[in-house]
């Protein structure tokens, strides 16, 4: 066990004399790639069963003796806990035995008593009659009340009734109407002074809800009215309410005049008619106890007692005693349950379904009531059950406690005995461990011969001293005394770990174009691109043979023939290489919807060079294999040298490829490359798979091959390149892309508004009233223009519980939104810069900025009270947030290519209509709007917003931002400079009233910045963004200067012009996001982006625009027509597939219906003289 010990902290030593540790190589786990791997584990693993066999007869005994302690002490155990279970049941069973005959005894008593009392009662009524020489049915009883209080407390009754026989209905309603004083009189005995209102006129039923009199003209009849009453009726008009009219009562009195004795009906609810207050949510069942009142023998009336079973079995068990369950049957087929505990019952409900089945054994059968009544009424019967609230008081610790004592003496004998054994097994199980995963992490990071060489390099020095080294290169913090052993060449036994390999092809993979698309994305988009790209290419790696050597930022550098030779590695590399790049194309494409515009755009290059390479390991810090020589700078030169979408490769590589009859998979670069260090190279280009040589032209500089493309020309073995509508595809890609972010935001705005507005009726009238004003109205879209956007004050809904709501948009709100976004994409121009691409870019600027409002060295755990005043609440409220994004969307719709003064004088109708102030601006804001107000978007709209105040703050924000992107008009950008200095100025700052105003009016201000700086975002972006829309501004300046637009040449002031743009308007522009103070990092982002593009400009921005001036000065009348005065027949958009994909829209290229109606008055009449002329 000793050696063993040793032999892990020696193995683990081998591999810190490396230089590494678990962490460094877990980061490094993905270098590396192939079947070497597999070779690896699979050495690892038998390396492992000789550990495994010598421990087997070592851990055969310690099972025999665990496992003999368990048993026993497992028996022990079991036992002692039945035994002590056992005894608690007992206790439960007989207290429950104990509950069950007190309950039988006390009912009986409540039943005895009630018959007494009430046989007394009868009594007492018919002496009164007797000695007042009253005549029946004619009595009154004097002090009723009184009389009958001790007979409700023996009987439980909620009322008791004196009801006698009445035939002579005429007589009876007289004299009841004389004698009705007593009613009165019972109110005053109560304490109640106020005057009550009189009885029923006459004997009467009930009858759908209505009082019928009753009637006996020939004296056949009798009748059973309710007369005095104990407690005094709250409603004195159920006097002379017949109860003879009630069935159940019928049927019982029948009995009663049959047997001459008391009778116990079924559950009845008269609580309506008599006027009984129900005081309870859940109403106690109630019973009817007739006795008769007898006049010489003869039955002339009853006692009428209404009997609570709550209150008539309250009391029964002694204070204190458990909860049991009653249920009460009886032989009308009624079934009724209770819970009584102590002195407290409570009715639980009708039915039985509250009998819990684990205590159904323990049933206790009661009967209710005397012989004398039992005869004559509905049999009851009183089903007892124990509760789990009764069960739960008598299930104690104790079953635990025993168990545990004994379990506790059999660990502890199982500890004493193996104590020993188990502190020295575990300490070799951590090493060993530590040893494993060391192994299995390098086995990843190195190929076998390598690591086998480290692994023996770490015994060469325990040779040497084993414990001596051991504490020489540990300290007691574990930390290496000396970095990887430093190397010392004069150190025979730190011999270099390094080989050569003859044979081998090296590959470098770079993103084009990566730089500049990572530089307006977020990092989490950055890592998602990469991580997709890399692993893709990992698996690819393990199935062709190709160990992946590391990946640095956005290349990726792998190598076939190490560390097993191979002779065909150039041919395993370029099948590598070509799947790479069809790999690489269909995921930027798929990726594009969650990455946003551009991404498509990213294309690999690749380049390959074969020859000998030196690989091994640089012990020290952070070491890694590597691979050095002449060969991996020349695969890097191939590499840096090559075109987009293309696999570049030397002679070498190529020589490589023909001895293995490849020919046709190469055709010759037809210019030379010179490469730095190199000089000139002739190379060449590795054909993708399913091409011939001939189709392969130097000329195509850039393809976009996808999986599908390329089967297609593999089976039809056609002689043409796939035909791609790259164009349309790349529209319908940008389109998809906004769709997919407005959408994110309409379901934050629907988790909103079910969190805050639940149950409120959407304002559809109010919200058409609204829609037409907005479109009827004669004023101008930039009259709208506030300085003050009004925002919800603080939601009560935080940011964060609004992203937990699972909300799904409608099919129909999801289509409504795709056909919008298309049709909005439809009637954007062709122009060069102001183009659907551009609002596409506009909205991803937006989308981005509006992420990073929140700034992150802000603690916000205070709550939404301090998020919200740090964001001014655009963070707080999402249809803030998707005006914005729509805003940057619908911005430039319609855009004819040139600037507002020369629009005003080439279309003065519709100058003339906007007062040539923001003309495209505001014709932008009408034709998008329009187009949303179209019945097909109904859906959509109601998504948006849902009560006119949303409308009219998504309509104030819309026209607002939209309006802000007109930057040159001067009295404008004047008054925007008076709102800013009110919004951020010191003295605002020093401000305390109008808070509310305050924070909106810098929210106003911070968006109009927003949608400014993403405007022109691509001058605050990376150079080479820059450089692109840049060219294209000048290309549709420049074109319309050559068709006549305009007087002036671009090109004559467009350096200076620049450097004025960044100097006066683009950095001040970024410093004041800065100073907003809601932007985080963007802003500092933003600022560095725009004086460095400006220094980049002013040092390169003449050889730009010569270059240029070069590129368009010879384009042809057509291009001029295109970008230019287009014939009015020209379609906007030249995209085919998206104006197909839209259907049987009704919507033409440029307007939306709307547009072609006739007869429309105010605004609406007014857009279609605007643009009649176009």
Known sequence: MTLETIDSVEFEESTRSIGMNSADVDNKSGSGGGFSQEKDASTQQSNSVLTKKERNMVMMSRIIVLSVLMIVGVTACVLTWIQTTKWETQDFESQFESMANELNDTTKL?????????????????????????????????????????????????????????????????????????????????????????????????????????????????????????????????????????????????????????????????????????????????????????????????????????????????????????????????????????????????????????????????????????????????????????????????????????????????????????????????????????????????????????????????????????KQYLNADGTTRQSMGAANPNDIHSKPIADLFPNTTVLFADIAGFTAWSSVREPSQVFILLESVYSAFDKSAKHRGVFKVETIGDCYMAVTGLPEPRDDHAVAMGRFARDCMIKMNDLTKKLELTLGPDTADLAMRFGMHSGPVTAGVLRGDKSRFQLFGDTVNTASRIESTGIRNRIHISLETHN???????????????????????????????????????????????????????????????????????????????????????????????????????????????????????????????????????????????????????????????????????????????????????????????????????????????????????????????????????????????????????????????????????????????????????????????????????????????????????????????LRKVRWDKAFSRQSKRRTSGYENTVNRKATIVIEHLIQASDVAHTMQHWHIYQKWNERLFEEMYLAFKSGRTSKNPALNWYEGELGFYDHYIIPLAKKLKDCGVFGVSSDEYLNYAEENRSEWASKGRKVVAMLVAKYADVDGEEQTLVGRRPSSMKTVSNNELIKDLGDSDHTARRPESFNEHGMNGRRASFLRRNSAR
């Not at 809800?209 to 009637?215: L, R, Y």
């Not at 159920?238 to 009663?256: D, G, K, T, Y």
């Not at 209150?311 to 049991?324: A, P, Q, T, Y």
């Open 110 to 470: 409540i039943a005895e008593n009630g018959l007494y009392a009430s046989l007394a009662f009868s009594t007492a009524i018919t002496t009164f009659v007797t000695l007042t020489q009253q005549t029946w049915p004619n009595t009154t009883i004097g002090s009723f009340e009184a009389q009958c209080v001790g007979y409700r407390g023996a009987t439980g009754a909620e009322s008791v009734f004196l009801a006698p026989f009445v035939s002579d209905v005429e007589a009876w309603n007289q004299y009841s109407t004389d004698n009705q004083g007593w009613v009165q009189e019972s109110h005053l005995a109560a304490g109640d002074t106020r005057i009550v209102d009189p009885i029923a006129p006459q004997l009467f039923r009930r009858q759908d809800g209505a009082n019928i009199p009753e009637t006996n003209p020939d004296g056949s009849q009798q009748f059973l009215p309710i007369w005095q009453a104990c407690p005094a009726p709250a409603d004195p008009r159920v006097v002379n309410f017949n109860l003879l009219s009630v069935p159940q009562i019928s049927a019982a009195v029948s009995v009663m005049l049959k047997t001459k004795g008391p009778v116990l009906t079924a559950v009845v609810d008269l609580s309506q008619e008599l006027g009984i207050e129900e005081e309870e949510e859940e109403e106690s069942p109630m019973s009817i106890l007739l006795f008769p009142v007898f006049a010489q023998n003869n039955i002339v009336g009853a006692t009428v007692a209404f009997m609570s079973w709550v209150e008539l079995f309250s009391n029964s068990l002694h204070e204190g005693s458990d909860v049991i369950l009653m249920v009460l049957r009886n032989s009308c087929g009624e079934v009724h349950s209770f819970s009584i505990g102590g002195t407290v019952t409570t009715y639980m409900g009708p039915g039985d379904s509250y009998i819990e089945p684990d205590y159904a054994e323990f049933e206790r059968v009661v009967l209710f009531g005397s012989t004398q009544i039992n005869e004559r009424s509905c049999i009851v019967t009183l089903h007892l059950f124990p509760t789990e609230e009764m069960a739960a008081n008598y299930e104690t610790d104790r079953p635990d406690v025993y168990t545990g004592v004994v379990a506790g003496v059999f660990l502890f004998a199982a500890i004493v005995f193996i104590a020993y054994d188990c502190l020295l097994d575990v300490r070799l199980k951590k090493l060993s461990k530590a040893a494993t995963k060391s192994a299995t992490l390098v086995a990843t990071l190195f190929p076998e011969g390598v690591r086998n060489r480290l692994l023996d390099e770490g015994g060469s020095k325990k040779d040497i001293n084993s414990r001596g080294q051991l």
């Open 656 to 974: 490589q490829l023909l001895s293995f009859g490849k020919a046709n998979w190469v055709i010759p670069r037809e210019d030379v490359v010179v490469a730095k260090g190199k000089g000139q190279m002739k190379t060449f280009w590795l054909i993708p798979s399913g091409f011939k040589p001939e189709q392969y032209k130097e000329k195509i500089s850039s393809l976009s091959f996808t999986s599908k493309a390329m089967s297609e020309v593999v089976q039809e073995g056609s002689s043409k390149i796939p035909a791609l509508a790259e164009e349309d595809a790349r529209l319908l890609r940008l389109v998809d892309w906004v769709v997919d972010v407005m959408k994110r935001l309409l379901m934050q705005i629907e988790a909103k508004r079910k969190l805050e507005k639940q149950g409120l009726p959407r304002e559809d009238n109010m919200i058409q009233h609204a829609e037409s004003m907005i479109l009827t109205q004669e004023s101008n879209t930039l009259d709208e223009v506030q300085e003050i956007v009004m925002l919800p004050m603080v939601s009560s809904v935080p940011q964060s519980e609004i992203k937990k709501v699972a909300i799904r948009l409608s099919d129909e709100v999801v289509e409504q939104l795709n056909l919008y976004v298309k049709t909005i994409a439809t009637m954007y121009r062709q122009n060069h810069f102001h183009n659907f691409e551009h609002a596409a870019h506009v909205t991803m600027s937006v989308s981005k900025l509006m992420s990073r409002i929140v700034a992150p060295g802000i603690d916000f755990s205070s709550g939404t009270t301090s998020l919200h005043d740090h964001t001014f609440g655009i963070t707080s409220d999402p249809l803030t947030q998707f005006a914005v994004v729509f805003a940057g969307l619908i911005h430039d719709v319609d855009h004819v290519g040139v600037p507002n003064f020369i629009l005003q004088e080439e279309n003065k109708r519709l100058g003339k209509a906007y007062k040539n102030k923001s003309v495209a601006e505001q014709n932008s804001v009408d034709l998008a709007w329009a187009l949303l107000m179209e019945p097909k978007f109904l859906e959509l709209r109601k998504c948006i917003y849902h009560d006119t105040s949303e409308l009219s703050r998504f309509r104030q924000l819309v026209v607002n931002t939209i309006l802000a992107t007109d930057i040159f008009d001067k009295e404008l950008q004047e």
